[in-house]
T-cell receptor, first 115, second 112 residues
């Protein structure tokens, strides 16, 4: 019973390059959330997706960041033209149902380092 | 603005002692969850308490929720060195599409 999977676990990019982070939710889960964690901070919500739909992107920076969750395949968080300030741990979480009172199961995270 | 605020920010105790961590929040919630994060690792879900519940137990964990004070506490009894980690509370605000709002976390050190 695989949990939430993220890859890569570590990603190093030079300034100006693109970063693609992948998240496969738990089996049977169709709701995915992306969070970012800066050093010594808690997690900050970025975006909430269901299959083929962005439900809430209120936490996404207005530029360079995009997310998708296609009908087939993992959810992708894409960061274009990365800058040093994008260095962080990016976590995704999944749930089986929408609405309150459901646990979110987190993946191990992708640690992005921008050099 | 920060929804969950934990205190203390850091806690150091001796193995076998109890650890109490507190969390306050600002808006109405559907539920409150506590997570543990070991250094450099992902988050492990510990316990979820719904807004209509006041107390919940899971093994050595006891969580309370006081919606009138907008606060929660996590008690770990008979702590072990393996409990050393950061602990976060996260709230699922009413009508907020289930996105979680996290506090900055509490760093717990349990000395053997």
């Amino acid at each position: 019973n695989a949990g939430v999977m993220q890859n890569p676990r570590h990603l190093v990019r030079r300034r100006g390059q693109e970063a693609r982070l992948r998240c496969s939710p738990m089996k049977g889960h169709s709701h995915v959330y992306w969070y970012r964690q800066l050093p010594e901070e808690g997690l900050k919500f970025m975006v909430y997706l269901q299959k083929e739909n962005i439900i809430d992107e209120s936490g996404m920076p207005k530029e360079r960041f995009s997310a998708e969750f296609p009908k087939e395949g993992p959810s992708i968080l894409r960061i274009q033209q990365v800058v040093r300030g994008d260095s962080a741990a990016y976590f995704c979480a999944s749930t089986g149902l929408a609405g309150g009172s459901y646990e979110q199961y987190f993946g191990p995270g992708t640690r992005l380092t921008v050099t | 603005s920060q929804q969950g605020e934990e205190d203390p920010q850091a806690l150091s105790i001796q193995e076998g002692e109890n650890a109490t961590m507190n969390c306050s929040y600002k808006t109405s919630i559907n539920n409150l969850q506590w997570y543990r994060q070991n250094s450099g690792r992902g988050l492990v879900h510990l316990i979820l308490i719904r807004s209509n519940e006041r107390e919940k137990h899971s093994g050595r964990l006891r969580v309370t929720l006081d919606t009138s004070k907008k606060s929660s506490s996590l008690l770990i009894t008979a702590s072990r060195a393996a409990d050393t980690a950061s602990y976060f509370c996260a709230t699922d605000a009413s009508g907020a599409n289930s996105k979680l709002t996290f506090g900055k976390g509490i760093t717990l050190s349990v000395r053997p």
